[in-house]
């Protein structure tokens, strides 16, 4: 038996049927491919990996969750297998809406009249009416004609752009957009290319090439970029795509709620409502709950609900789901104190972070994530350790989810950290970083 991914040290021999595998010589990489005819060999040799990570006590998610997610979460500590309090540094959450009483409140009444789900596809089975009034509230946020609703944020862009692109169409993303943009192009059928991250020459070069090769042409980006927190260019995306007849699609998963005056996110933030084609967002942030939508001039939205295939194989979203987001975006209005609230606990723990010496990326803040990294697998696990002992829930993004030189701690901020929670992470990051040799004793 023998493994064929490519390993990001040099392959040390695996000796998986003896039982032993040194995990801190192989990411998940590694088990892809593997040649052996039992198809499920590979699973065999992942889940030793896995449980000799576990066993040096490194491994840290999948984190059994006891209480709702609030600033401090109530987790089935792993190390002890006893309930303990955490600081939440790792929930997407930023508003703190999951939890707000008349979000609950919406939820319940909902549950009650609508009963648990509607048991299949919308086109099929029904549209709730909730859902249709939530896609006249989020298409107006979004400053569109119209918008439509998905199970998931995930699956909102892998059926909007696999409905799009189609064989004599392109599809230009940023290397760091999100995978379901890329499963999206994949599943489309259709050609993609990937342009580097944020550099507005490179998308220029693939313009220029795609112009007479392809005729639809759409520049896809995260608003917000989820493994680096930073934002897409987009005044001068939108320049160059009807500078080349391109449509522009951002992914705002991580703006919505946290960017623009009034929340409304890049397009928001950039006085840019109207001028990009379709905005596409999720519930699952901000809006505290789950579910995704796209948003977009009313015959571009109408064509995606009948030919994205996640919205027309899947069975609609749940409608007291659908309540809570309504809800949600209710407080949002209403409440605009939690999104100044956000930005000075960002702000607050980027500037004590970067005072400490550590490289904090993006400086300053462009959105509620900020980014430390490590850029080695090894020393991610083993700090992963000492912050999860120190009580702080922060996530570790190893290679190969991010390349190994940009492996990193991902903290997302939330309206609703005290300042006591920043502070307590602080500590445990100073005492890691200066454990970890990431920093130095003044
Ligand atoms: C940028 C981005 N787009 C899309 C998604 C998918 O959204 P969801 O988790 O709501 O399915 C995510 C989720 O992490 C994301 O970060």
């Not at 590979?42 to 006590?57: L, N, P, T, V």
């Not at 919406?106 to 648990?116: D, M, P």
């Not at 000075?344 to 490289?359: F, I």
Request: charge should be neutral; charged fraction near 25%; hydrophobic fraction near 40%.
């Amino acid at each position: 038996m023998t493994l064929t991914a490519s390993s990001y040290v040099a392959p040390h021999k695996l000796l998986v049927d003896e039982g032993a595998i040194d995990s801190d010589h192989y990411t998940m990489a590694d088990f892809v491919e593997q040649d052996d005819p039992d198809l499920f060999a590979k699973a065999r040799s992942y889940y030793a990996f896995i449980e000799d990570w576990k066993r040096k006590k490194t491994h840290f998610y999948l984190r059994r969750l006891l209480s709702a997610c609030r600033n401090r979460v109530t987790v089935l500590d792993n190390l002890t297998d006893r309930p303990r309090e955490m600081i939440m540094m790792g929930s997407n959450n930023y508003l703190g809406l999951s939890t707000h009483p008349k979000v609950i409140e919406a939820g319940q009444k909902a549950l009650a009249k609508y009963g648990s789900g509607l048991c299949g596809a919308p086109h099929m089975n029904g549209l709730c009416d909730l859902v249709r009034e939530l896609e006249v509230r989020l298409a107006r946020l979004k400053s569109c004609e119209d918008a439509m609703v998905f199970s998931t944020g995930y699956s909102a862009n892998v059926g909007s752009v696999s409905a799009l692109i189609r064989s004599k169409d392109v599809a230009l993303m940023d290397r760091w957009d999100h995978a379901s943009i890329i499963d999206g192009c994949r599943l489309s059928g259709g050609n993609f290319r990937a342009f580097r991250h944020n550099d507005m020459g490179h998308l220029e070069t693939l313009l220029q090439r795609c112009r007479h090769k392809f005729m639809g042409k759409l520049v896809v980006v995260d608003g917000v970029f989820s493994m680096d927190g930073d934002l897409a260019p987009l005044p001068e995306i939108v320049r160059l795509a009807r500078l080349y007849g391109a449509r522009v699609l951002v992914d705002d998963a991580h703006a919505t709620g946290v960017l623009g005056s009034h929340g409304g996110g890049t397009t928001d933030h950039f006085h840019l409502e109207g001028q990009v084609d379709l905005v596409m967002g999720t519930f699952s942030k901000s809006l505290g709950c789950t579910g995704g939508f796209v948003a977009g001039n009313k015959e571009a939205v109408h064509y995606i609900r009948y030919y994205a295939r996640s919205y027309m194989f899947s069975a609609g979203i749940t409608p007291a789901v659908v309540a809570t987001a309504l809800a949600a975006l209710q407080v949002m209005e209403e409440e605009p104190e939690r999104r100044k609230q956000l930005w000075e606990n960002t702000r607050y723990l980027h500037d004590n972070l970067k005072a400490m010496g550590y490289t904090v990326f993006p400086s300053p803040p462009e959105s509620a994530i900020l980014i430390i990294t490590i850029g080695d697998n090894v020393k991610l696990r083993q700090m992963s350790r000492e912050i999860h002992e120190g009580g702080v829930f922060v996530n570790a993004v190893p290679y190969p989810a991010v390349p190994l030189e940009k492996c990193c701690f991902r903290f997302s901020v939330m309206a609703t950290h005290t300042r006591d929670d920043l502070d307590r992470t602080l500590d445990v990051m100073r005492k890691a970083g200066l454990e970890h040799g990431l920093l130095h004793a003044a």
